[in-house]
């Protein structure tokens, strides 16, 4: 709850990058004054180095002399082609759609369906999917659509396939991988660009792959981490949204450093997804710009 | 899952702390050895200024000469009265029973219930008391009996004389105040001395008493926390457990302090769950010994 | 070294807030562009509560239209007092004088001289003052002159005179009390309103005064802390700068906690300093905006 | 300054590991109970894994019925012999002496000066050996011998033995590279096994060998470290010491992270020096096991 959802008013958020330019502010803001609407954040980064230029704004459209569905045209038609912008437009009252992915280790679950229950996280989950049926009894107790695909190598292709549809039917905007522990395949990942976020159990790009906390104690390590990230197709390498880490010591078993790393990850998954479905977010090349 | 969990075999955890004299390791350890326990976890702590000595012990009794159940008496009497020990004696294989205390607000309850339908934490629930109805849903997802005891100043003596009569009848051994927001009387406090565990959301001592993130925010600090306590009658001011601490910013806005604050919160108590079940805590004075 | 000191050419940094209007930013960076100068860093932020606009803004001026001398008068005439603003215009080639108020303790004093001396904080230190002698050894290390002034309750108001004087004469720009054991008079502090800057040895607003090792180990807290603060009349009350934290645990003795909170303190006042003398910080009311 | 050094008696520090076997502690305690010395401190840790026993125990000597110089040799005799032990005797008025290896960054080198000037860290440092003449500035400040060893590739040989012979003629007893920017050989490692204190500016293993804040820039992390280990003949592979990290944003440059990131290195490898200077410390295999 920031800024922007202390307005009961109906807002449009924007995510934009394009080169840097003089004007783009005055430009933007203007376009937005000068049709009635209401600015309720602002903020924007311009990466020297890249010379990009990057924005969030938020505004109320209550009064918006465009309207709603016809907003994407006129700022690409006004603004976006003349600063050869990126850009996405979203609105508070439509929550997005969110598949998630889980195996057998239901911390992470537990804490996304708990914040959506309370309404901190503000999202629609029309599935969990999931290769096992361990998980099933607490999509039970949310009411929350379970279905199970089984996975081996030889089914792979057709069960993703199948998912794949499913998630089509249901609108699904975007994907979480809530310790779901399978590769997936290039061809799903890039059906979804930037829209998949897993959640990685080390402090990347420290131990990738399997088995980190075990490889963690292996290595010594004095603290331990765990990594919220876009899946692209280069393995645990995508952009990082969040990371988070705690101490640990010689004492620590492997046991005991998974035990303390499921609390990581529940909450840097779990911010991030609150990142991505706030629109506070964008990934550019292999990297992330955050609004908070 | 510690080093103590590890184990399949049956254990006795002791916890102690006597005024420091040479020679109760030595001893302790040779009672425990030559009545076939087997020790899997010891740890001491000396504290030099108050001059007392401070142990927990976790030993194998599959093959233990002294009954089970007579292990307190002959540690009593062999070892405790010689060093004039304060002590306990724990088992592994029964659960504490656990009263859950809530008002309105969900996430500190749904990461307790979460925890313990996943196993992490080893603890019976037979009640969930609330002064609201709000939190019945959840409670009833887990399938936990919910007792609603509405509050106000008329009532408070008898409702928490029928609270405590309730928890006696199930022989409830220790108290959590997760995110209750009645302050609870002495009487009440008295009858489960260090056994009532609740999370204040402040970095304590700042901000005692109510809205700890709007003083916050009015002082500017950079810093926000939680910390988890036993309750005294000294409000806010029990043996402090577990703390931790986020960081925030200018921008951060009192609504945005008490979503932040609420991972702090949720992790903080149910560490010291963990600690107080898993017998790693013991209180002294106004302080704790935490052993992990 | 950010953004800003990426740049080898002459640059002006405008600090301002306002109450929010419509177009600060457009009058702003038009007025900037108009002029010929290059925009290479701008971050603003908006109080929606407050209703209160701050930016930063730097530009490269060695083309600028309007010669150094007289930018501070046409942007006031111009901008500022259309808008209401308070603001303040700084140059990057003129480093700020600091006047550096120590007593006994080397730890803050050494990492200040040290980061000076590597050209990391660029500030001119025309004089180390102190009411002991222990640290004129490390003054005269790093050839900066050191003013002792003895201190006791008859003559503290002629000796703060005096420091003032002194000050006054080498055009002192701002004052660091790098755990200098002394309280400073009202007439002092507000000699340099908001440009005083203290490191007090505890998590604000906890264990304000005197002591708060010692009064941390006597309460028992898991977590120490320092903070580095604009001095006000109010003690320990002005605007927080930065604060950071430490965990400890039942082991740590006050010696020890005193021990570990020396690496707090000189960090987070260093951090200040820093903030400070790069101009990245603006204080408003009792609460601090930090552009980083 | 903890419990140890609490007392002005003289002490002996024993760092012993076995392994793990019933009545060591017991054995050990009375062999120091029995000749009239007194415990201070005393902790131990058994790794269950590897079945390892590890202890720490610090006693007054003032009283001890065996000299000082042959307690080594009775302690051999009597009982390291019997449990196989690994073990080292200190004692705690004789201060090791540390050769301090730099290059051009003079951040950490103050760091440890100025806490060695202040009586925080009881070392003697009888050298700073460097291969170039940045810093014999800072070593002339401390009056301490700065020994210019230019190094390429065709003297390396040479001029790392040149280096050991001047330690050995003055006994030094550890190492420690802060920021030295050479990679050493392997016959250098191997006459300090154990005793080389290294510092790298990343979170190993992240980001082994050269330039890892551009790496980290690189690959986007949100979180950089710092990691101090001893140095072993595999790169950045040895026996982890301390990690700690700093968050970082999308809004850091390089420059930025480097900045950040020497704070980060000069808290880390002092901290690994202090617990090496106080015998806090002990590597076995290829990890630490600290007493704090």
Redesign the interface.
Known sequence: ???A??TTSKTAILLMHCPDQ??I??HI??FI?ENQGNI??????????EKRFYMRVEFEIDQFNIPEEKIYDYFETLLAKKYTMTFNLYFNDRKPKMALFVTK???CL??IL??T??G?LKVEIPMIISNHLHLKK?AD??NIPFYHFEMNKENKVEQEKAQLELMKKHNINFVVLARYMQIISSDFIESYPNKIINIHHS?????VGAKPYHAAHE?????I?ATSHYVTTDLDAG???????A?V???D?V??L??KG??LEK?VL?RAIYQHVNRKLMAYK?????F?
């Not at 309720?40 to 180095?49: G, P, S």
């Not at 290595?219 to 603290?223: A, H, L």
């Not at 952009?239 to 880490?245: N, R, Y």
Request: hydrophobic share 35%; charged share 30%.
């Open positions: 709850m920031d800024q959802t202390a003089k004007g502010i005055s803001t203007l004054h309720i954040y602002l903020d924007q980064y311009v990466d020297r180095v280790m239901s911390h537990y804490d708990s914040r229950d309370s901190e607490v107790k949310f402090f990347l790009p420290a131990f290595r010594g390590v004095k603290i981490g952009p990082i949204i969040e990371q988070d880490v101490k010591s010689h004492k078993t046991k005991e998974i035990r499921k609390d909450i779990s292999n990297k992330t710009i955050i908070d």
